[in-house]
Each structure stands twice: as structure tokens, then as C-alpha cells.
């Protein structure tokens, strides 16, 4: 019979994509084939000055071992990969607004990547873990019935964090997060960084433990 008319829908789901093993579907495969890509070198003065953390990195996921035509394979699967998923992304999202529409309801779509970013040779590096831009970046992309709370084509470059998306969901179902009960929540409502109403962050915390092996770096 489907959820309850009378309260706000939360829905949550998660594709593991794009992740190794990197096994697009051959139908998204044969799309890329053939392409070329640009492969990033690196320079030997950016090796020599790698500090000790990432030099342990490098010796792990280092790509200098991989053939040109295997770098290139690499790339044209991952983003292979990355279009089914988002061909994936596509279908859900759009039954979702289908059956918004259908009960008359108001809708938002909150679509996070939600771990690292990925090199593809830059650095020198296969991997994800450091914290060079391509490691750390993800793209949060909303999208709303309401026009005014998120502007379609609008572009935030504003710093913004996954203690956001709580307080987003929230504000969305018609919550007050101004209230007291709800003070114990560290993000922003994103609707009030899309808009402006709230002065930019400076600068968001990025945390987390890396093992090399049984060596922590």
C-alpha cells in the first residue's frame, strides 16, 4: 500500500558506485571504448618531495607499474562506471518525483557522494585516502519542488559538510530546527547556504584514520 499519506516520506538509498572492483556493465563499457584520455604524469621533482606519509602511499597504490593502454582502460571503465550509476540515480529519482507528484506533495532530492573522491593517476596514485583536492571533494547535489529554497542551475561553492544533510531533511519535513530540542545538531539546513541567509563557513573539519599495513599514518 506504500507509506502513510499523512507523513512526511524519508527515503535512503545507497549505490556503491563508482568503487573497486571497477565492473561496469558491458552495455556502458562498449559506450566509452575507444576513447582517449589525457593521463597525468608525474613530475620527479613532485615524487622527490612527497613527505613520508605519502611516499608510504605511492609505494602502495603507486600506478607507475600499470601500462599505458591499462591506465587508459582504467579511466574509460571508472567512467563507465560512474554512468550506470548515475543512470541508476536517474530512474530512482525520477520515480520518486513521479510519485510526489501523484500525491500532490512537495518533494527534495539531497544526492551526496559520500566518500573520497578518486585518483585516476594524479600523483602518481591509484587510490583515494590523502588529502589532496580530488581525494577530499564531494559534489551534493539538491534538488527541490520548492524553486525559491533550491534554484535549479544554481552553483554553491561554499564549504559544506555531511553534518548538513540531517538538519537539510529536517527543515524539509516541516521541522524546526531553531527550536532547543534540536540545538544538538552541528550542521545548517542547506537551503540557508543555497540562498545566502546564512554567512559562509570559513573552513570545514576533515577527520579520519588511514592503516598502511599495522601502521597508521
Known amino acids: 500500500q506504500g507509506p502513510d499519506p499523512r507523513k512526511p516520506v524519508f527515503i535512503h538509498c545507497g549505490f556503491e558506485f563508482p568503487h573497486t572492483p571497477v565492473l561496469p556493465p558491458a552495455e556502458f563499457r562498449e559506450k566509452f571504448a575507444g576513447l582517449m584520455y589525457k593521463i597525468p604524469g608525474l613530475a620527479p621533482e613532485e615524487r ?29 571503465d571508472y567512467y563507465a562506471y560512474c554512468a550506470y550509476g548515475d543512470s541508476l540515480v ?17 518533494w527534495l532530492i539531497l544526492y551526496v557522494c559520500g566518500d573520497n573522491g578518486w ?7 591509484i587510490s583515494k585516502f590523502l588529502h589532496y583536492d580530488n581525494d577530499l571533494n564531494n559534489p551534493v547535489i ?7 529554497a533550491f534554484p535549479p542551475g544554481k552553483v554553491v561553492k561554499d564549504f559544506t559538510c555531511f553534518v548538513d544533510m540531517a ?15 534540536y540545538q544538538y545538531l552541528d550542521g545548517r539546513d542547506l537551503a540557508t547556504t543555497a540562498t ?20 597508521p599514518i
Open 48 to 76: 622527490a618531495g612527497f613527505p613520508p606519509q605519502i611516499e608510504k602511499a605511492f609505494k602502495n597504490w603507486g600506478s607507475d607499474h600499470f601500462t599505458d593502454a591499462e591506465k587508459q582502460q582504467m579511466v574509460s
Open 90 to 106: 536517474g530512474k530512482l529519482a525520477d520515480g520518486f518525483i513521479r510519485y510526489s507528484e501523484k500525491q500532490g506533495r512537495p
Open 119 to 125: 585518483k585516476l593517476n594524479e600523483h602518481g596514485m
Open 142 to 148: 539538491v534538488v527541490s519542488s520548492d524553486k525559491k
Open 167 to 181: 538538519p537539510t531533511f529536517l527543515a524539509a519535513a516541516g521541522v524546526d530546527i531553531s527550536k532547543p530540542e
Open 196 to 215: 545566502g541567509a546564512l554567512r559562509p563557513r570559513d573552513y570545514i573539519i576533515a577527520a579520519g584514520e588511514l592503516f598502511l599495513g599495522n601502521e
